[in-house]
């Protein structure tokens, strides 16, 4: 079986300061990663996803994650937020082990809020 | 949302009715998928199609059906017997080369049971 965990279901952080979401999953094998964003009333956007190799992932809009295999965290970053990066931002993990098929389990979503 | 079309974007339903909501893509993408989703619950997936004329049940399908007649086209149906449908429904679809492909989002439809 394959999960994820969002922990905090709003962060606040100040424009132009660095801000992370946190995602942490559990697999039986090794994982696929992906960040979403969604903006209101929207449908979902990519916006990185990790496959192998470089744990930093770098995305659209600045965005980037780092993949811990330890400690089994995918963390969506960006050194310096903007108003418009206020959104509702997903993580979902996919089991390599489950090859054949292409279900995602997504996170129960973590708010961000960047304040003028 | 380029690529993947949904109708309506809002639509309104009596109880006991039957109501079907239309996914529609252009990206050629062999598998596409109906999620629900509801504050605080993230993302459900409804049900999933990998092939033209072949469907799975996802993780909440009572109370749904759906059809993939033809590739581009991905229908759901709520039926009356799903006890609660208000929500905003998402279609997607992806390609099926490559199992980490990402999967491409429609704008949603939110329906609300009157």
């Known amino acids: 079986a394959q999960s994820v965990a969002q922990p905090e279901d709003q962060v606040n952080v100040a424009e132009g300061n660095p801000l992370t979401v946190k995602c942490t999953y559990s697999?039986?094998?090794?994982?696929?990663l992906f960040w979403y964003v969604q903006y209101p009333n929207r449908g979902l956007q990519f916006l990185l996803k990790y496959i192998t190799g470089d744990n930093l992932v770098k995305g659209s809009y600045g965005f980037e994650a780092e993949f811990n295999k330890s400690q089994t965290s995918f963390h969506l970053k960006k050194p310096s937020a903007l108003v418009s990066d206020s959104a509702l931002y997903f993580c979902a993990v996919r089991d390599r082990a489950g090859a054949g098929s292409y279900q995602l389990t997504f996170g129960k979503g973590t708010k961000l809020s960047v304040i003028p | 949302d380029g690529g993947i079309t949904q109708s309506p974007k809002y639509l309104f339903r009596k109880e006991g009715q039957n109501v079907t909501l239309s996914c529609e893509q252009n990206l050629n993408h062999d598998a596409m998928y109906w999620y629900r989703q509801d504050p605080g619950q993230g993302l459900r997936l409804i049900y999933y199609?990998?092939?033209?004329?072949?469907?799975q049940k996802g993780d909440i399908a009572e109370g749904y059906s759906v059809s993939r007649e033809k590739k581009e086209s991905f229908p759901l149906t709520v039926t009356s017997a799903q006890k609660n449908p208000t929500a905003f429904y998402l279609c997607a679809s992806s390609p099926r080369d490559r199992d980490y492909n990402e999967q491409f989002f429609g704008p949603g439809t939110r329906l609300t049971v009157l």
């Open positions: 199609s990998q092939i033209v004329n072949d469907f």
């Open positions: 697999v039986s094998g090794n994982p696929y």
